[in-house]
């Protein structure tokens, strides 16, 4: 039973208890007592109450903040709010252009967004509903600039035509149209590699990125979960029954990696790793290979250098589970003849698995959602889920798209963490 | 190695791969720490090991790096700004943190399960998201490239180390002394500090090093919510790497090596303490 | 009372004093040993003079960190080195400030400096030039296989040098070079670009050496690739590899072919609190004598009055010098199609 369960155990004993079922107590009693358990559960709770706020603050609300953003685009809306009013009565099923008043309003806020130096958030916003579309309004809105106001309340339509044939495409219109919702669902459409057509039906998108990237990052996560445990394994089994100060001493070697910033274990294996790096100057010294081989920057790289940092996590709670067999059980099976193999599968691993499952799920769920060491030597090959979120926030600048990316892999962080809970309790995450 | 009589010799040699697999793992762990050590006394400004080092040539080898390290302003700002940042966290992570893991050991808290876990969560949320909701959030407040903002949310991320390590030193905690101490007519405050306190010292302190490191180490939320003046180690290291790799990295490395050698050593020393009085060994 | 009076011309000093009360703003470059040159004849010089302190930080170009804080209004920035090829985009999407261009002090040898610098310098309502220089790619004599590559063409030919090239990881000039490469006369380039069919031009010739390509994201990563053989060729800034030669005596080569050049201007960014400061900086920054500074790096000056403080051994090694083999980078056409072509390079770069 997990340390969690047992405290919910404690607290159903305590409570039966404090009630007074049965306690053949006095009605005053009775109420003396639950008095008594409020006042402490409300002290219990005022212990508590900062931290959660601290945390709500802190930590919660910028989540949600980023799950809001993820349906919340008013960017569109406030840049051509009369264009969008006048493309209300607009027929965006039929193959015509809007009529030529709402080509005029249009215009007209084109030259002014042009000469707010606005035009460009426009352009960008419209270029992600369909792509190629950036140029077509931005050069059209250095041309309207230059017109004035009266030209363009009469014939702005006109000369919006001539700047760029494009406008004369009804896809632009109904892209302009569809951005100018407030809420939407088109990020996540994105992110999972859909859109709609032009009736509105949910339909692939031709380009298939992002479900590729999370399969990857979950490929690449699963990986790392099997190595680590893998190679965790029998160090964890050799500490658990080495003697107490033998084990004690090489702990410090499992426990030095953990404690050593992630910086500096990811700049090491960049000196490893690299062309002129210490594995290929040894090989190449050996006479093994005759040419540097390429690691670095791929997602072999990405693999062994997570697999570094994390098998720490996978150790602990191994090491920990193992130290609490009793040895007996293994050596009673050995020495009535078992073959070490089958002893080993039926009576030693499976008293290792609430261990084994712990770090395994730690391990998945921290690789999964990892940035800086793919980041650093993953090169184009080695990139997962997070660094393309990190790209969408800091390199192309859809925030929002991020933000819908970044609220799937929270879904899926989420779901582990509760199936983690449940197994281990939360509490119970090993830190040495 | 002694074996029990009843081991042939496929008992022995799978104990003996075993003890060499056991090696390979710790040499796997170690290796890559060690070897920077070094390369960062490189007298050449690249990542990889010359002639004249392996010769063990006196000339090839250098504290150039470290001398470059205390010679730019960069460095020495980013040092001082990982302290502050990790000092001032850690004071907030740790005060917040210690009377929540409190108020969570007590059988009496409602929605006990459901508060730790979302009390732990910062440990478990991918730091790209919540550097992503941070960024939205605290520009927002105007809390972005600000010391304040960056020190709150190294806060945020520290305290679940904190409850952890409190947690696990209150575990064996016997609640009866402090009813004793507030029924002898002990202040709560002086059963606090002179009840509770000495017995989650070592808890209360190993997590107080838990969230510094955790601060110290921390590199994602920097990257989207701190300035130019905020930079930190992790921070300069990442733009070092990204930009223009050469061993001054190495050396700021290896002090860091020598820091969380220092601190692992403080963790186990509490830790053993920890042990020793919660079975009560000491008085 | 004497207390009073005491405390009355402490305050009166302190007021005198405001003006030029020291300031501590943020400049951001490109960093290595263009940076270094910048911190040696730029900044080091402005903060001795005037007593403020500048916070001196690398990025890789684009503008996707301008964008960044301009948009949620966390401004960490206050100037910045921008390429021409992303300045019409940054000042046409609202990113920089407006530059008082009439503000700029003449010449050392008294010129107005409408007069002093060279047009293309202050064509730009946002920035100030400050650099002429050039993109080109460079090789390792000591890496290289199958001779001297000296045209674009053998930067593409991966039968005849075969090994790792180095690019960029962004579309501008890697397009440009792909039609170059393929055919397309240099003063075709940006029209042809214009086209769907261009660009998948474009695309098509650069899927012949995708698999020899390795990326980098910093000008400062080039001359470390080439030195590590990280890549046999590597595109870069002309002055990391004129350093890299000069100071550190490394065999490498630079091919003159097709290089695209461009200028890089100094800009304020928009919103920033140290706008004074920052236009102030960008006043002396960009005066004859700093401006000269730049020949350490092989860049050309922007004011005709600089090339008095220059040593004449280093003018053939400049951009200027090689104009006729180069393409003038075209900062409007990246203006329009940054944005999409930008997201077809991205989505290009993952299939």
């Known amino acids: 039973m997990s340390q969690a369960e047992l405290t919910a155990a404690h607290t159903a004993a305590s409570f039966n208890e404090d009630s007074g079922v049965d306690s053949g107590l006095t009605p005053e009693e009775k109420r003396q007592s639950k008095r008594n358990l409020r006042r402490r559960k409300l002290i219990a709770t005022a212990f508590v109450i900062p931290l959660i706020v601290f945390v709500l603050i802190a930590f919660i609300a910028p989540i949600g903040t980023m799950l809001y953003r993820s349906v919340y685009h008013p960017t569109v809306a406030q840049l051509i709010p009369e264009t969008l009013q006048a493309l209300q009565s607009w027929d965006e099923s039929g193959n015509s252009i809007p009529d030529t008043a709402t080509l005029n309003v249009f215009a007209k806020e084109l030259h002014y967004l042009a000469k707010e130096r606005r035009s460009g958030k426009l352009a960008e916003e419209i270029n992600r509903g369909l792509p190629g579309s950036s140029s077509t309004i931005k050069s059209s809105a250095r041309k309207l600039k230059k017109l004035d106001e009266a030209t363009l309340t009469s014939e702005g339509g006109e000369h919006l035509l001539a700047a760029k044939k494009q406008w004369q495409d009804v896809r632009i219109w109904r892209t302009m149209k569809s951005s100018g919702e407030i809420f939407t669902d088109s990020f996540y459409l994105t992110a999972t590699d859909l859109t709609r057509n032009e009736q509105g039906e949910i339909v692939a998108r031709d380009t298939n990125i992002y479900i590729k990237l999370f399969a990857k990052s979950l490929k690449i996560a699963l990986l790392i979960t099997f190595l680590t445990a893998a190679i965790g394994f029998p160090l964890a089994y050799y500490l658990a029954t080495a003697p107490a100060k033998v084990a004690n001493t090489l702990m410090v070697f499992v426990l030095l990696p953990f404690w050593t910033s992630l910086l500096v274990r990811t700049t090491a294996w960049i000196a490893i790793l690299q062309t002129n790096g210490v594995v290929n100057d040894f090989l190449m010294a050996l006479h093994i290979i005759s040419e540097p081989i390429e690691m670095l920057y791929t997602q072999f790289s990405t693999v062994i250098a997570m697999t570094h940092i994390l098998l720490p996590f996978m150790i602990l709670p191994l090491y920990s589970v193992m130290k609490g067999i009793d040895p007996s059980y293994f050596r009673a099976a050995l020495s009535l003849g078992a073959k070490p193999l089958s002893a080993f599968c039926r009576i030693y691993f499976p008293m290792t698995l609430p261990g084994l499952s712990a770090g395994a799920l730690l391990v998945f769920i921290i690789s999964i959602g990892y940035y800086i060491t793919p980041a650093l030597v993953g090169g184009t090959d080695g990139q997962m889920i997070s660094n393309i979120i990190a790209f969408h926030m800091q390199s192309s600048n859809n925030w929002e798209l991020a933000a819908a990316l970044g609220s799937i892999l929270l879904i899926l962080i989420t779901l582990l963490y509760w199936i983690y809970d449940r197994l281990v309790g939360v509490s119970n995450i090993k830190l040495g | 190695m002694q074996f029990p009589k009843y081991f042939n010799f496929w008992h022995k040699l799978g104990m003996h791969s075993l003890r060499l697999t056991a090696w390979a793992v710790l040499a796997f762990l170690m290796l890559p720490i060690l070897v920077i050590i070094p390369l960062s006394f490189n007298v050449e400004p690249y990542f990889s090991f010359t002639e004249g080092m392996l010769a063990f040539d006196p000339d090839a080898y250098s504290l150039k790096w470290y001398a470059e390290i205390i010679n730019d302003d960069k460095w020495i700002l980013a040092i001082k700004n990982s302290f502050l940042i990790g000092a001032a966290a850690t004071v907030i992570a740790t005060v917040l943190g210690t009377l929540a893991a409190i108020g969570l050991s007590r059988a009496d808290m409602p929605l006990q399960r459901m508060i730790m876990a979302i009390l732990l969560s910062p440990m478990i949320v991918p730091l790209i998201i919540t550097a992503a909701g941070m960024y939205f959030f605290y520009t927002q407040l105007g809390l972005a490239g600000s010391y304040l903002g960056v020190i709150i949310a190294h806060a945020a991320l520290g305290t679940p180390f904190v409850i952890i390590t409190v947690n696990a030193a209150l575990s064996g905690f016997d609640y009866s002394l402090v009813r004793a101490s507030l029924g002898m007519g002990a202040s709560p405050s002086y059963t606090f500090f002179k009840v509770i306190m000495p017995l989650i010292r070592p808890g209360v302190i190993s997590g107080s090093l838990f969230a510094f490191i955790t601060s110290f180490d921390e590199v994602v939320v920097i990257l989207f919510l701190a300035g130019p003046e905020q930079r930190t180690i992790p921070r300069q290291m990442f733009s070092g790497l990204r930009e223009q790799i050469n061993p001054t990295i190495l050396a700021v490395a290896v002090l860091l090596v020598v820091v969380s050698a220092l601190l692992l050593l403080t963790i186990e020393y509490l830790r053993a303490r920890g042990e020793r009085i919660r079975t009560g060994q000491i008085s | ?351």
Request: aromatic share 10%.
């Open chain 3, 1 to 351: 009372m004497k207390h009073l009076k005491r405390f009355g011309a402490a305050l009166a000093l302190c007021t005198a004093m405001s003006p030029a009360m020291a300031e501590q703003f943020t400049a951001v470059s490109f960093g290595g040993a263009y940076g270094a040159a910048q911190q040696k004849h730029m900044l080091d010089p402005f903060m001795e003079k005037t007593g403020h302190k500048i916070l001196f930080e690398n990025y890789s170009g684009g503008i996707a960190e301008l964008k960044a804080q301009v948009e949620s209004g966390n401004i960490l920035w206050d100037v910045v080195d921008v390429e021409v090829i992303d300045l019409e985009r940054a000042c046409s999407e609202g990113l920089l400030e407006v530059f008082p261009q009439d503000t700029l002090p003449p010449g050392d040898d008294g010129v107005a400096a409408k007069d002093d610098f060279i047009p293309q310098a202050l064509a730009n309502e946002c920035g100030v030039g400050n650099i002429i220089w050039t993109i080109l790619y460079a090789y390792n004599q000591d890496t290289i296989k199958g001779g001297n590559p000296n045209s674009i063409d053998d930067f593409f030919n991966t039968q005849k040098f075969p090994g790792k090239r180095a690019l960029r990881k962004r579309p501008q000039v890697n397009l440009e070079w792909a039609l170059i490469a393929d055919g397309v006369p240099k003063n075709e380039v940006y029209d042809l670009l214009s086209t769907d069919e261009g660009q998948a031009r474009a695309f098509a010739k650069l899927d012949t050496i995708k698999n020899d390509l390795v990326w980098f994201d910093s000008w400062s990563q080039v001359p470390q690739l080439l030195n590590d053989g990280g890549a046999i060729m590597a595109q870069s800034a002309n002055g990391r590899i004129f350093d890299a030669i000069q100071k550190d005596n490394k065999p490498f080569e630079m091919v003159w072919d097709a290089h695209v050049y461009d200028l890089d201007v100094w800009a304020v960014v928009r919103g920033s609190k140290k706008k004074e400061v920052a236009e102030e900086f960008i006043r002396f920054a960009t005066g004859s004598k700093p401006e000269s500074g730049m020949q350490d790096v092989a860049y050309g000056p922007t004011r005709k009055s600089a090339y008095a403080y220059m040593d004449d051994a280093i003018l053939p090694k400049l951009p200027s010098a090689h104009l006729d083999e180069g393409l003038k980078a075209s900062g409007e056409f990246w203006a329009d199609y940054g944005e999409s072509l930008g997201e077809k390079f991205n989505e290009w770069l993952l299939n």
